[in-house]
């Protein structure tokens, strides 16, 4: 049997979250209400969670996607499908192994290798224990309804054995393999990185022209120009493009490396680039991707010159030892003490960056592991192209196919210690220690007595493409892998479209013939209000606990879905968040209006049913319309959710809750002060509040579940998180009721226009008269039949409605459908005094306009200044030109009239 639900909050007249948001979060967890079960015959609905870092915080960009996954697993639970949002964390390689070397080098003055990799492996669980679940913690708050007791880690024993068989199996089908390639090499962290791994960041650099003389030609030479003049210590020739008049007669001879004296020969290249710099290139196939394309037509020496470190070596002659830039420096110094230094210019020019560490890549030549990737992608191409997965908004595919279409091989392995051990197995030399000389075999476990394996661990992305099937008990054909694969929907940004979600969708086919998930959400990125990057250098990042903590859980998840318009990145301020704590202040007051009159125990409780016994034909007018408008919400919130359109099923719910139910529908139904409201409008109001609440739920679960058990008495384990989805009913609808209504409405909306235009207050009793067309009786009748909505909203407290009426003199008036409306002006304001207020308006607005028309017809102003400042006058522009029309024909409505 369920536990029973916590208490009540008292109803205070604003909404504090801090009172209810853990004990509900309690009562779900407690009670199951997340939990998958595989043996379950409803259809299953599936989210896996993109797994965070180990190392990781919440960040608003998780709060963002949470926010979107939870709303949708909700939906899904409501509508009864067995719910599944799979939740994890990633080893994160680099970035864990970097947090705790620095926390050994902090606290101990150690480094790895003074524990060594057993002991410095131990202390990273060690570490992982202690500080990986803070972010899952974290997202606890946010109210996420992942089925925790199945959490999973990229390193936990059953996922070490999926990566293993998969490493296994490709190298198989020949498609892992193994060799001495050009690689982007981080010498911060020791380590070679794929392509996704590195960052291009423009930078101000130099372009440095040197002279290499030719062997055997006094006084004549080549001009090279470089951007990196440290790495010529490895260059072995000179290359130019055969087209190239200029050094046509150059080819076949030799010229003389600067500094180290070495002789280089003169080639011809197609990929030579005449117009970049001199035309002719140096060749350093050891330290460049193109070089080393060139050096392998051309059968060219391959150099290093670097350590692991990024210090010269031992080929680097007088300058081994140096740091790169240190040598750049003194190289630099040197060619120009020889006379060899023609020029230097500066120079704009992308450097590539280590994502983890930001230390410039360096292009190293390494024996590496590579997984050839063209036989992967195609299949994962034809997915898409056919529809078996699609991207929303399906611009994402475009790039999508992009990257695949131009797909390199993927380097896989990493120098580090912390991570998935290659399967790969050495036979040994006399003391002990691998010989890959002698040969390897691939396997998960130790072939021969004596082998030793690997040192290198594989890329964290190796792991995490399977995370799909793996995390369900893949290559093992589990209970949980037959009911909940494929997925449904990816959820992410596309900062990991090529890192993860194209790779998951190669994976997927690759290893069980089936699509990962079947559609792929790609949100927008939050960036600070005035759209950049949220970074530390900034300190324009937001926390979005913070958030919770000063707005609740609810408004910060509201805010982010409601800002999250597909494909676009969000200009987010802390400020934003406001307008959901406005939101849940009136989702709870809201139930106010009826639950005063609701009879309830001392705690608050409700202890009786209010039950509606009037069919929709004996509702009266704004009753029909609000049902309507209810299912009408209830059917774009549907159609929203199968394109993922989650920005509009809050706009909608937000629209029909605050300007449906609570603007119109409320208050036309709460009785006058100190009268009771009757039961059968209790009861109505409740049938519908109760509908919204199921339709907020998704996305502001706390408050919603608050107020759900005041509504009415419920049974334990009658919770709003397992209620059932609202579906659209057609006997609840009526458009030409709805339409009757609506015209009403706009009738009201524009006296209540004049009202605030003329500076009355809305509580000021008028006489109001309606013109409808001639021969428009049941238009009348229904004008006349609700006067009462009139007197309520607008204190209209005489009604006229006259086919045909002439507009009064000193009115104002406004169109609605084939009426017009008429709001008399005398006697409601004093006309003289209006029309000095208004002639002084106009005056002012005149003078703004022509200030604003006089800049934009600068010509200077709107080359030289930015697009949004231009932009910006034009809209005060168009703003004034409005005010004005709008003024101008108030003070014509009261021209040529006396007071009185």
């Given at each position: 049997m369920p536990d029973p639900a916590p208490a009540l909050a008292s109803m205070s007249k604003a909404y504090d979250p801090s009172d209810i948001e853990k004990k509900w979060y309690d009562y779900w967890e407690e009670n199951g209400f997340f939990a998958a079960d595989a043996d379950s015959d409803a259809e299953p609905h599936v989210i896996m969670m993109p797994p965070p870092n180990v190392t990781g915080r919440l960040h608003i960009g998780h709060a963002l996607q949470d926010s979107i996954q939870d709303a949708i697993t909700r939906i899904r639970r409501m509508q009864g499908y067995e719910t599944l949002w799979m939740p994890g964390i990633d080893h994160a390689g680099i970035a864990t192994q970097n947090a705790v070397e620095k926390?050994?080098?902090?606290?101990?003055?150690?480094?790895?290798?003074?524990?060594?990799?057993?002991?410095?492996?131990?202390?990273?669980?060690?570490?992982?224990?202690?500080?990986?679940?803070?972010?899952?913690?974290?997202?606890?708050?946010?109210?996420?309804?992942?089925?925790?007791?199945?959490?999973?880690?990229?390193?936990?024993?059953?996922?070490?054995?999926?990566?293993?068989?998969?490493?296994?199996?490709?190298?198989?089908?020949?498609?892992?393999?193994?060799?001495?390639?050009?690689?982007?090499?981080?010498?911060?962290?020791?380590?070679?990185?794929?392509?996704?791994?590195?960052?291009?960041?423009?930078?101000?650099?130099?372009?440095?022209?040197?002279?290499?003389?030719?062997?055997?030609?006094?006084?004549?030479?080549?001009?090279?120009?470089?951007?990196?003049?440290?790495?010529?210590?490895?260059?072995?020739?000179?290359?130019?493009?055969?087209?190239?008049?200029?050094?046509?007669?150059?080819?076949?001879?030799?010229?003389?490396?600067?500094?180290?004296?070495?002789?280089?020969?003169?080639?011809?290249?197609?990929?030579?680039?005449?117009?970049?710099?001199?035309?002719?290139?140096?060749?350093?196939?050891?330290?460049?991707?193109?070089?080393?394309?060139?050096?392998?037509?051309?059968?060219?020496?391959?150099?290093?010159?670097?350590?692991?470190?990024?210090?010269?070596?031992?080929?680097?002659?007088?300058?081994?030892?140096?740091?790169?830039?240190?040598?750049?420096?003194?190289?630099?110094?040197?060619?120009?003490?020889?006379?060899?230094?023609?020029?230097?210019?500066?120079?704009?020019?992308?450097?590539?960056?280590?994502?983890?560490?930001?230390?410039?890549?360096?292009?190293?030549?390494?024996?590496?592991?590579?997984?050839?990737?063209?036989?992967?992608?195609?299949?994962?191409?034809?997915?898409?192209?056919?529809?078996?997965?699609?991207?929303?908004?399906?611009?994402?595919?475009?790039?999508?196919?992009?990257?695949?279409?131009?797909?390199?091989?993927?380097?896989?392995?990493?120098?580090?210690?912390?991570?998935?051990?290659?399967?790969?197995?050495?036979?040994?030399?006399?003391?002990?220690?691998?010989?890959?000389?002698?040969?390897?075999?691939?396997?998960?476990?130790?072939?021969?007595?004596?082998?030793?394996?690997?040192?290198?661990?594989?890329?964290?992305?190796?792991?995490?493409?399977?995370?799909?099937?793996?995390?369900?008990?893949?290559?093992?054909?589990?209970?949980?892998?037959?009911?909940?694969?494929?997925?449904?929907?990816?959820?992410?940004?596309?900062?990991?479209?090529?890192?993860?979600?194209?790779?998951?969708?190669?994976?997927?086919?690759?290893?069980?013939?089936?699509?990962?998930?079947?559609?792929?959400?790609?949100?927008?990125?939050?960036?600070?209000?005035?759209?950049?990057?949220?970074?530390?250098?900034?300190?324009?990042?937001?926390?979005?606990?913070?958030?919770?903590?000063?707005?609740?859980?609810?408004?910060?998840?509201?805010?982010?879905?409601?800002?999250?318009?597909?494909?676009?990145?969000?200009?987010?301020?802390?400020?934003?968040?406001?307008?959901?704590?406005?939101?849940?202040?009136?989702?709870?007051?809201?139930?106010?209006?009826?639950?005063?009159?609701?009879?309830?125990?001392?705690?608050?409780?409700?202890?009786?049913?209010?039950?509606?016994?009037?069919?929709?034909?004996?509702?009266?007018?704004?009753?029909?319309?609000?049902?309507?408008?209810?299912?009408?919400?209830?059917?774009?919130?549907?159609?929203?959710?199968?394109?993922?359109?989650?920005?509009?099923?809050?706009?909608?719910?937000?629209?029909?809750f605050w300007r449906d139910y609570c603007d119109w529908y409320l208050e036309l139904i709460k009785p006058p002060h100190g009268e009771e409201m009757s039961e059968e409008k209790i009861a109505l109001a409740t049938e519908i509040y109760e509908t919204l609440l199921k339709l907020l739920h998704p996305l502001m679960p706390f408050i919603t579940e608050e107020l759900w058990w005041k509504v009415r008495p419920r049974e334990e384990g009658d919770a709003c998180i397992v209620a059932d989805w609202p579906e659209v009913d057609a006997d609840l609808m009526d458009e030409a009721a709805a339409e009757r209504f609506e015209l009403i409405q706009k009738m009201i909306s524009g006296i209540r226009g004049i009202k605030s235009d003329y500076?009355?207050?809305?509580?000021?009793?008028?006489?109001?008269?309606?013109?409808?067309?001639?021969?428009?009786?049941?238009?009348?009748?229904?004008?006349?039949?609700?006067?009462?909505?009139?007197?309520?909203?607008?204190?209209?407290?005489?009604?006229?409605?006259?086919?045909?009426?002439?507009?009064?003199?000193?009115?104002?008036?406004?169109?609605?459908?084939?009426?017009?409306?008429?709001?008399?002006?005398?006697?409601?304001?004093?006309?003289?005094?209006?029309?000095?207020?208004?002639?002084?308006?106009?005056?002012?607005?005149?003078?703004?306009?022509?200030?604003?028309?006089?800049?934009?017809?600068?010509?200077?102003?709107?080359?030289?200044?930015?697009?949004?400042?231009?932009?910006?006058?034009?809209?005060?522009?168009?703003?004034?030109?409005?005010?004005?029309?709008?003024?101008?024909?108030?003070?014509?409505?009261?021209?040529?009239?006396?007071?009185?």
């Open positions: 926390e050994l080098r902090e606290t101990e003055g150690k480094t790895r290798h003074d524990l060594g990799r057993e002991q410095f492996v131990d202390r990273v669980w060690d570490w992982k224990e202690e500080y990986g679940d803070i972010i899952l913690d974290q997202k606890r708050k946010l109210g996420d309804s992942c089925d925790w007791s199945r959490q999973r880690f990229t390193m936990d024993e059953g996922f070490t054995r999926a990566v293993q068989e998969v490493f296994v199996q490709l190298y198989e089908e020949g498609l892992i393999y193994r060799g001495d390639y050009l690689v982007n090499w981080d010498p911060e962290n020791e380590t070679a990185l794929s392509d996704e791994e590195v960052e291009n960041e423009e930078r101000q650099g130099h372009l440095w022209s040197i002279k290499y003389p030719l062997k055997d030609a006094d006084e004549e030479y080549v001009t090279i120009a470089t951007t990196r003049p440290e790495t010529m210590l490895g260059d072995t020739a000179i290359a130019v493009n055969p087209d190239d008049e200029r050094y046509q007669h150059l080819v076949g001879k030799t010229a003389i490396l600067p500094l180290l004296n070495r002789e280089i020969p003169i080639i011809a290249d197609d990929r030579i680039d005449s117009e970049f710099g001199t035309g002719a290139l140096k060749v350093t196939p050891a330290h460049d991707e193109t070089d080393f394309e060139i050096g392998e037509d051309h059968d060219l020496e391959k150099i290093t010159i670097m350590s692991p470190k990024g210090d010269i070596n031992e080929n680097g002659g007088p300058y081994e030892g140096l740091d790169r830039f240190e040598a750049r420096d003194r190289i630099v110094e040197d060619l120009e003490d020889e006379g060899l230094l023609v020029e230097v210019e500066d120079y704009m020019m992308n450097v590539p960056i280590s994502e983890r560490s930001e230390a410039v890549i360096e292009p190293l030549i390494s024996r590496q592991w590579f997984v050839e990737m063209e036989p992967l992608a195609e299949p994962a191409m034809e997915a898409v192209r056919e529809d078996e997965i699609e991207f929303f908004p399906d611009r994402w595919a475009n790039e999508y196919f992009r990257w695949m279409e131009n797909i390199r091989d993927w380097c896989i392995s990493r120098q580090l210690w912390w991570g998935h051990r290659i399967p790969v197995w050495y036979y040994t030399d006399e003391n002990g220690e691998a010989d890959p000389e002698q040969g390897y075999i691939v396997s998960i476990d130790q072939p021969e007595e004596g082998m030793v394996q690997e040192t290198d661990v594989l890329d964290t992305w190796f792991s995490s493409w399977l995370w799909p099937f793996a995390t369900l008990g893949w290559p093992e054909e589990t209970d949980d892998l037959e009911k909940f694969y494929p997925t449904d929907v990816l959820v992410s940004g596309y900062d990991i479209l090529f890192f993860w979600i194209a790779r998951m969708i190669m994976a997927g086919y690759q290893f069980t013939d089936e699509p990962p998930f079947k559609n792929v959400f790609i949100t927008g990125m939050v960036k600070d209000e005035q759209g950049r990057w949220m970074s530390k250098s900034l300190g324009n990042g937001i926390d979005p606990l913070e958030m919770v903590d000063q707005y609740g859980a609810d408004a910060t998840r509201f805010t982010l879905t409601l800002l999250c318009a597909q494909g676009q990145d969000i200009k987010l301020a802390p400020s934003k968040f406001e307008m959901g704590r406005n939101f849940a202040n009136k989702i709870w007051n809201a139930f106010n209006v009826f639950g005063q009159f609701m009879e309830t125990d001392a705690d608050g409780q409700p202890t009786k049913e209010y039950e509606r016994t009037r069919s929709f034909e004996e509702l009266e007018l704004v009753e029909q319309w609000m049902l309507h408008r209810l299912n009408t919400a209830i059917q774009d919130i549907d159609d929203s959710l199968d394109r993922y359109r989650l920005n509009e099923i809050a706009e909608r719910v937000y629209d029909v500076g009355v207050g809305l509580g000021h009793e008028i006489e109001v008269t309606v013109s409808v067309p001639e021969r428009a009786d049941d238009l009348a009748d229904t004008v006349r039949q609700y006067a009462d909505y009139f007197d309520k909203l607008a204190s209209v407290t005489d009604l006229t409605v006259e086919p045909g009426a002439d507009k009064p003199k000193a009115s104002a008036s406004v169109v609605v459908g084939r009426c017009e409306v008429f709001v008399p002006l005398a006697g409601m304001i004093d006309l003289e005094q209006e029309r000095k207020r208004l002639r002084k308006e106009i005056n002012e607005k005149e003078d703004f306009l022509e200030s604003v028309e006089k800049k934009l017809n600068n010509r200077q102003f709107v080359n030289k200044a930015p697009d949004e400042v231009v932009e910006r006058e034009r809209q005060k522009k168009k703003d004034a030109t409005a005010e004005l029309e709008r003024l101008r024909d108030n003070l014509a409505d009261l021209q040529d009239v006396q007071d009185g």
